[in-house]
């Protein structure tokens, strides 16, 4: 239901721009984002793109080990969330998975829908 790709390849100071497609069967999936796990560590969060409400604006929160580097956005008629990687490091190598939740605290803490990962490799 959620399609990641755009991974690969790239030496360290790189950029990479991972899409991920939500099919039309997710319904109300107000929170988008992308998490990583390297081998031997745990799964973390990366990057959440929230759409906002009546009262409150969208929003974007990184992980402090990604911020000024990557970018998360979305585009709500396509209902995607996109990444761009600038200035890989090589400990951003990683499997990538988007995520999603109709919230933000959903997304946090037990996603609703996963992407099936892409991998994200960075050279030095």
């Known amino acids: 239901q959620l399609q990641a790709f755009g991974g690969g390849l790239v030496q360290a100071g790189g950029s990479l721009r991972l899409s991920c497609v939500a099919s039309?069967?997710?319904?109300?999936?107000?929170?988008m984002g992308w998490y990583r796990q390297a081998p031997g560590k745990q799964r973390e969060l990366v990057a959440v793109r929230t759409t906002g409400t009546m009262i409150t604006d969208d929003s974007t929160n990184y992980a402090d080990s990604v911020k000024g580097r990557f970018t998360v956005s979305r585009d709500n008629a396509k209902n995607a969330v996109y990444l761009q990687m600038n200035s890989l490091k090589p400990e951003d190598t990683a499997v990538y998975y988007c995520a999603a939740a109709v919230s933000y605290m959903g997304l946090t803490t037990r996603p609703t829908y996963w992407g099936q990962g892409t991998q994200v490799t960075v050279s030095s």
């Open positions: 039309g069967s997710i319904l109300r999936v107000n929170a």
